[in-house]
């Protein structure tokens, strides 16, 4: 049988991907949130995380597996590309191949921390939105929203810190870096979420459709379930 998707879920499967992207290269930066240090890829990376809920709450979980995957393969062709570029001889008069290095280039160690992270912590997400809103019979997605987010991001937080600074950073420092970025992470997420809540509705009504996740297979590999 011939599988075909809507527009609206194309877009969204696209942004994911992009603001997934765009938050791995600003993560190359380290800014202040008052007194919180945390990478600057938490000013777009939780958008990633509302773009779940939104496909999960609209289309349900199996729709949102094909999209993470697909988002771990576009992040993982970027990495591929840009090791690539960047052993790739540049040209005799330019002379910033040392920045973009730094910009794009990253050790083995930081892109384990980060594919597995954002594998952990968008399953966690989309498990626990698809969980709970059969559970409360769709009803309160702000809960489910916030309850999935705060329970996706700290568990991206745990193991990319864990993986990509033990044995370099304290364990108390380690411990309060993961506390700052889930909780940034988390107020954002509050922060947005009247718009979250308004963006929900108006796809639902456009696509005429509302998932309840009831007897699928919740196995992150099936990816063939659609």
Not at 97 to 108: H, R, V
């Amino acid at each position: 049988m011939k599988k075909t998707v809507s527009v609206l879920f194309m877009f969204a499967g696209i942004l994911f991907a992009i603001c997934l992207l765009i938050s791995n290269i600003l993560a190359t930066k380290i800014i202040l949130v008052g007194s919180l240090t945390v990478p600057a890829g938490v000013l777009i990376f939780p958008i990633a995380y509302i773009i779940n809920d939104v496909i999960v709450e609209v289309w349900g979980y199996q729709k949102a597996r094909l999209i993470i995957w697909s988002g771990f393969a576009v992040n993982l062709l970027a990495v591929l590309f840009f090791a690539l570029a960047i052993v790739v001889p540049a040209a005799p008069f330019w002379q910033n191949q040392d920045a973009f290095s730094t910009i794009l280039g990253s050790t083995p160690r930081i892109i384990t921390a980060s594919l597995l992270a954002y594998l952990t912590g968008s399953f966690l997400n989309a498990f626990v939105m698809s969980k709970v809103k059969v559970l409360m019979k769709g009803r309160d997605f702000s809960v489910r929203a916030i309850l999935s987010t705060l329970i996706g991001e700290t568990a991206d937080s745990m193991i990319f810190i864990t993986i990509a600074f033990a044995g370099i950073l304290p364990l108390n420092g380690l411990f309060g870096m993961v506390i700052a970025q889930a909780c940034v992470k988390t107020v954002y997420e509050i922060a947005i979420l009247p718009f979250t809540i308004l963006i929900v509705k108006w796809v639902k009504k456009a696509e005429g459709i509302d998932v309840y996740d009831e007897s699928i297979s919740y196995n992150p590999f099936s990816i063939n379930q659609i």
